[in-house]
C-alpha cells in the first residue's frame, strides 16, 4: 500500500495518548502539503474523541475513529500509507508487524518494542515485506547532538577511546514514570528501555559503532516501598480525590490540567486506566538508579548513568579520544519549582508564562596543547526537546534532506534496545552479557 504519486501520504495514528499529540500537531499545522491524517486506532474512544476536539479546534476536520481490534480493517479502509506507532509500548510490535503486512510503512515511537522475540518479529517483518520502519528517536535532531557527531567524525578528539554519560530525571520528570503504566517492566521494559534506549541510540549513532558486552547494575532506590524508608510515602493509592495527596508534592494533579483531564481522568470510564497513581505505592518493577559499563565494536567503552530521582533534571557527555576530550553539559530544569511539582515536564501551569526552573547548554572542545574552546551551535531552544521535534517532523513528514542520516531504522532501533535489554538481564544475573546471545544481528 503507497501513496499515489503527488498526492500526500496518508497517516493513521493507533495510541492517542498524551504521545500522539506532537505527531498529531505536526501533521495538520506543520505538513499539509505533504501529508494528511486520517484516522485514529485506540482502545479508548474517548482518548480518540479528545484528538478529534482538538482537531477541531486547530481547524482539520475530526477523523474516523476505530477501536484496537478494528486496527487491520482501518489500513485498508482508509487507504493508508504510512502508520504512526505511539500505543504502550509493549504493544508496539502488534501494530507494526501488521501495518508492514498490509504494505504500509511504519514511524513508531521509541522503543520499537520491549523484548528480544517482539524485535525478532519486527525486523523479520520488515525483511519479508521490504516496507520501512523509522524509529522516532528525536534526540538526533538536537542541534546540540547533531553538533556533536560532526565534531566526532571530523576527528576532534582523534579516536575515540571511551564515553561517559550521565542523565538525570528531576522528582516531576522522572517521578512519572512511577505513576503510569511504564511502572511495570512487562509494559515498559523499564527506564534502560523506555527511557534510556534514547540515550544507548545517541552513544550508537555518535560513535558510528554496534553495543558488544553490557555489564550493569540497578535497583529501587527511592520510588514504590522505598518510600517509607525515605519519609515520603503517603496513604492513598491515586491522587485523584484522595485528601492524604493533597500537599504530596510526588502527586499528579490532573484536574488542574485541560489536556490531562480529557485525555485520562475524563477516559476513565473507558478502560479504568489510571494516570495519576501513588509514585510510593506497592507494585513498581521497575528501576530508579542504573549504572551500565558497555563495550563496543570499535573498542570503546561507555559508562553511563541514570538517576530518576534528582534535584535537577539534565544531562553530562564526556568523550575522550587519542586527540582530546569533546564535553557537553545541558541544564533543562535547574531546580523543581514547588508550583509546577504536581505538573508533566513542560507543561503550562496556571497560566504562567515562562518557569521559574532555568537551564543552559554548553559543549566544550578541549585539545591537547590547546586552551578548551566552546563551541558556539545555532537552532538550540529549551523547547521542544532542543528543537529536535520539529527538525524530526520535517523528515518524517515533510521530506527534508537528512545529510546526518538521523532518521533511524528497524536495525537502529534493535541496537539501542539490545543495550537496555542487556542492562536489564545483568541486572538480574550479575554478570556480564554479549549482546548477541539476546539477538544476533548482521
Same mark, same amino acid.
Given at each position: ?13 493507533? %495510541? ?173 521494559? %523499564? ?35 522505598? %518510600? ?12 485523584? %480525590? ?78 575522550? #579520544? ?64 532542543? #528543537? ?24 537502529? #532501533? ?29
Amino acid at each position: 500500500m503507497s501513496s499515489r504519486s503527488g498526492a500526500r501520504a496518508r497517516h493513521a495514528v493507533v %495510541g492517542t495518548g498524551a504521545r500522539a499529540e506532537m505527531f498529531v500537531r505536526s501533521l495538520v499545522t506543520d505538513h499539509p502539503d505533504t501529508a494528511e491524517l486520517v484516522a485514529f486506532a485506540d482502545v479508548n474512544q474517548a482518548r480518540m474523541d479528545a484528538h478529534n476536539r482538538w482537531l477541531v479546534e486547530l481547524g482539520h476536520r475530526a477523523v474516523p475513529t476505530y477501536r484496537a481490534d478494528e486496527f487491520a480493517a482501518m489500513l485498508g479502509k482508509e487507504h493508508v500509507d504510512t502508520v504512526l506507532v505511539t500505543s504502550v509500548d509493549a504493544t508496539h510490535d502488534e501494530y507494526i508487524v501488521a501495518a508492514l503486512r498490509a504494505g504500509c510503512d511504519v514511524v513508531s515511537e521509541k522503543p520499537m518494542t520491549v523484548d528480544a522475540p517482539r524485535c525478532r518479529r519486527i525486523l523479520d517483518a520488515v525483511a519479508e515485506t521490504g516496507r520501512s520502519v523509522t524509529v522516532a528517536f528525536n534526540y538526533r535532531y538536537n542541534p546540540l547532538h547533531e553538533q556533536l557527531r560532526r565534531l566526532l567524525a571530523d576527528g576532534a578528539v582523534g579516536e575515540i577511546g571511551s564515553v561517559h554519560f550521565e542523565w538525570l530525571l528531576d522528582v516531576r520528570h522522572g517521578a512519572d514514570y512511577f505513576r503510569r503504566w511504564h511502572r511495570d517492566k512487562a509494559n515498559s521494559g %523499564g527506564l534502560m528501555v523506555h527511557k534510556a534506549s534514547h540515550h544507548f541510540d545517541l552513544v550508537n549513532w555518535w560513535l558510528d559503532a554496534t553495543p558488544v558486552e553490557v555489564y550493569a547494575a540497578g535497583r529501587l532506590f527511592f520510588y514504590g516501598d522505598a %518510600g517509607s524508608r525515605h519519609g515520603y510515602a503517603r496513604d492513598y493509592d491515586r491522587a485523584h %480525590g484522595a485528601p492524604a495527596a493533597d500537599d504530596d508534592p510526588f502527586a499528579l494533579r490532573m484536574a488542574e490540567h485541560p489536556r490531562l483531564r480529557e485525555l485520562y481522568l475524563d477516559a476513565e470510564a473507558a478502560d479504568g486506566y489510571h494516570r495519576d497513581r501513588n509514585v510510593f505505592a506497592p507494585g513498581v518493577t521497575i528501576e530508579d538508579d542504573m549504572a551500565v559499563l558497555a563495550r563496543y565494536s570499535t573498542g570503546a567503552t561507555m559508562t553511563y548513568h541514570l538517576t530518576a530521582y534528582a534535584p535537577w533534571e539534565g544531562y553530562r557527555v564526556m568523550v575522550n #579520544g587519542s586527540r582530546g576530550r569533546l564535553e557537553l553539559e545541558v541544564v533543562e530544569s535547574d531546580f523543581v519549582s514547588p508550583r509546577a511539582a504536581g505538573a508533566l515536564k513542560g507543561a503550562t501551569l496556571h497560566g504562567d508564562e515562562a518557569a521559574a526552573e532555568g537551564g543552559s547548554a554548553t559543549l566544550t572542545l578541549r585539545p591537547f596543547w590547546s586552551p578548551p574552546r566552546q563551541v558556539e551551535v545555532e537552532g538550540y531552544t529549551r523547547h521542544g526537546h532542543g #528543537g529536535a521535534d520539529a527538525r524530526m517532523t520535517k523528515v518524517l513528514f515533510g521530506g527534508a534532506a537528512d545529510p546526518l542520516h538521523r532518521a533511524a531504522g528497524a536495525r537502529d #532501533g534493535a541496537l539501542a534496545l539490545l543495550t537496555g535489554l542487556a542492562a536489564n538481564r545483568s541486572f538480574e544475573t550479575g554478570q556480564a552479557v554479549r549482546v548477541a546471545d539476546l539477538l544476533p544481528l548482521p
